[in-house]
């Protein structure tokens, strides 16, 4: 059965802005002057180190990490192919693959990895190796990490989750999940209730001497042995005493246990040495306002969760008194935060409140088609301190992103900066005698190329290089303004420090996005709701959008057919007065791929040209030509030019256009393939002489093109995830050339959006 994915903290790159007004004690702060600050270096996808001749698109992730005594060897679980990967480290911008062992070497091939510790020079290794969820078994292996020979292996008598190692070395402790069937109704409940035996446990490994011969284990119950409820976990209130699932453990300086029962909704403290619990105490509830509950595709931060249980998921002690929790939820509660507890009162002294849920609006990351279940997810977090200032790193699972606060006052955490990562971030782990964050991912999908990843940060001055270029400001309620899948850009006439963008059909309705480049990182300001003709909210798949001197907006729409795309006019105020369709023999030769940018042109004599380009061929015309429109909007009348694009030879890939802007006397096009990550190879701008008629009928004459900008190392010196849609550009009333990403709106995509400044018209295009 697969395993229920383990829980530790994530973590990834630097952002520059305060954290919004949130509820409760989640207050406002100021963009940081970034005195230090981490700065992703490295993405080193784990299937290029999977081993020969096994097929690249074959599922393989990174889940929970650990790594060798001096910080340059990383081991991690790797479930879905049954193995374990290790990596060489030493050199932070250029990790590299070491290989992997199976876990079918070791016992069967069914068997799955569900945690990863290093004691010393040897890798603890936890193992599910459960037939089915009524009889849980799992074992823990003891591997040496030089020649990755095991050497001994004990029986942990159910099936576990996670493990953790206390900083003296002198114990480790394994979280025994025995986790619930979703599908089974217990006797008075409903499908997949509390309580389903057998009840979990935690696992005592004692670490004696420094050989593993000499190493033993012990259980701590969580139940009486008779299967009633312990009165400890009875009288703390937790939910389904008799049936105690453990999640995740953290060990602090005394040697105290923190163990997370995330489906009871509770914590429980256990003594290492005697193996005694020590307390217990529910995770209680909490009410979150402002935050975005339905799946409507629209970003709507009106709604609410009232009473939820917290159901924490990581635990890491922040101290040896204060706790902190990512409260993710499960299958009754998760409160879209995190929060501090005071362990020797059980008290929560600080709670996220809807802030850690709007960061992620507020950075791009908001997964819309969450918004109905658990939203960002809090699912991980860590604590550590690096050069004398203690941090939390708390990660969203489905937004992709980790949060980095400073914990100098325990119950008063202070957010610093948001660290963008690839798919599922699920294992955080901080090496600070290297001023290191490891981040690993889980989420691996070859067939729209998300590939799970490990990703180094380091602690560093400055404004880190891979600062996100764009964030937003908030709206009138004090909410960030929602954005997402900004696909086209326009300069604002008479506002040189301003541009618009669009959003496209992620979104239900369609908004124009104003940009104030004097930031950094740029902010957006203002969101304009595109409307119909009579005057609702317009849900155009808007891939295009030029901003017309003389006021309002040409948008260029994409439609699910030929016919659907169109040009559409808007006045100042977003409402739309003019629809333009294409004619109808090159409709009938389109498919799903049709507008991608817009832009226009107006003489002195007030004539207007609108010139668009269709992404992908029309069917009938020559292969690897595609065309660009010319509207004469005093006429009505279409004319068309031809584009030759380049070729791919990559499976599955094609070539196409994805923007088009006026540059002096020339059009500047966004030429484009259709991969990401590593394999991304064509990400350019070129530009063609701009005709200063309507084409002749008859074939296609085809614009010669000259390379402008290749934009590709711009995409890479990010140090992340190189994304696949480089879709707008435009040069601003400040005579720079800008650039952006269309992020899909978190869907089959990191959700980082790439905001580049690419240098001066001059030195793009050669003019001013």
Known sequence: MPPKRTHA????????????????????????????????????????????????????????????????????????????????????????????????????????????????????????????????????????????????SFDLGGQPDSITVTQDARYAAVAIENERDEEVTPPGGQEGDLPQAPAGFVRIVDLKGGSPRSWTTRAVPLTRPDGTALPVLADAGIAAPTDPEPEYVSANSRDQLAVTLQENNGIALVDLPTG?????????????????????????????????????????????????????????????????????????????????????????????????????????????????????????????????????????????????????????????????????????????????????????????????????????????????ALGALSAVPGRPDQLYSVTDAAYADTRIMTIDTARRPAVITRALTVQDAEGRPAGYDAEGVFARPQGGFWLAVEGATGAGNKLVRLDRDGVTRQVVTLPADVAAGLTKQGFEGVTATTDRAGREVVWAALQREVKGDPTGVVRLGRYDVASGTWSWYGYRIGTTTTPGD????????????????????????????????????????????????????????????????????????LEGLTVGGDGQVYAVTDNDGVDDATGETAFLRLGSGRKIFGRD
């Open 276 to 484: 005694r619990i020590t307390k217990a105490f529910g995770a209680g509830t909490a009410t979150v306002d402002g935050i975005d509950t339905v799946k409507d595709g629209v970003i709507d931060q009106t709604g609410s969760l009232t009473g939820v249980p917290r159901e924490p998921d990581a635990v890491s002690w922040i101290d040896d008194r204060y706790l902190a929790t990512a409260d993710e939820g499960d299958w009754k509660g998760g409160t879209r935060g995190w929060s501090v507890f005071d362990s020797r009162t059980g008290t929560v002294v600080w709670e996220a409140g809807n802030s850690f849920e709007r960061l992620a609006v507020r950075y791009g990351l908001h997964n819309e088609g969450r918004s109905g279940k658990k939203g960002s997810e809090p699912e991980g977090i860590a604590v550590a301190t690096y050069r004398g200032v203690r941090y939390a790193f708390v990660g969203s699972e489905r937004s992709n992103f980790v949060a980095v606060y400073d914990l100098s006052r325990p119950a008063a955490p202070v957010f610093r900066q948001v660290l963008p990562t690839t798919n599922g971030p699920e294992g955080l782990l901080p090496i600070p005698s290297r001023d290191l964050l490891v981040v690993s991912s889980e989420e691996d999908d070859a067939s729209v190329n998300v590939r799970a990843s490990v990703s180094l940060f380091e602690l560093g001055t400055g404004t880190p290089a891979a600062a996100p270029g764009i964030v937003s400001a908030p709206d009138p309620t004090g909410a960030p303004i929602g954005w997402g």
């Open 9 to 152: 903290a994530l973590a990834a790159v630097a952002v520059a802005a305060g954290l919004l007004a949130g509820t409760g004690a989640a207050s406002a702060h100021q963009p940081p002057r970034w005195p230090v600050a981490f700065d992703r270096t490295a993405t080193y996808p784990v299937f290029q180190n999977r081993p020969a001749g096994e097929d690249p698109a074959s599922p393989t992730v990174a889940e929970i990490s650990a790594v060798g005594e001096d910080g340059r060897t990383l081991v991690h679980t790797d479930a879905l192919a049954r193995r374990i990967g290790f990596l060489d480290i030493s050199d932070p911008g250029r990790p590299r693959g070491l290989g992997t062992l199976s876990l079918a070497e070791l016992g069967d091939a069914e068997d799955e990895p569900t945690s990863v510790a290093v004691v010393g020079r040897y890798v603890l290794v936890v193992v599910n190796t459960s037939a089915d969820r009524s009889k849980p078994s799992g074992r823990l292996d003891v591997i040496e990490l030089r020649d990755r020979k095991r050497v001994r």
């Open 654 to 725: 094609w070539i196409g256009l994805s923007e088009i802007t006026v540059v002096g006397d020339e059009l500047a096009v966004i030429e484009r393939d259709k991969l990401n990550g590593p394999a991304a190879r064509i990400k350019r701008v070129y530009t063609v002489g701009l005709p200063k008629s309507a084409a002749p009928g008859g074939e296609l004459r085809i614009l010669p093109k000259k390379l402008a900008h290749d934009v590709l190392p711009d995409l890479r010196a990010t140090h992340g995830w190189t994304q696949e849609k």
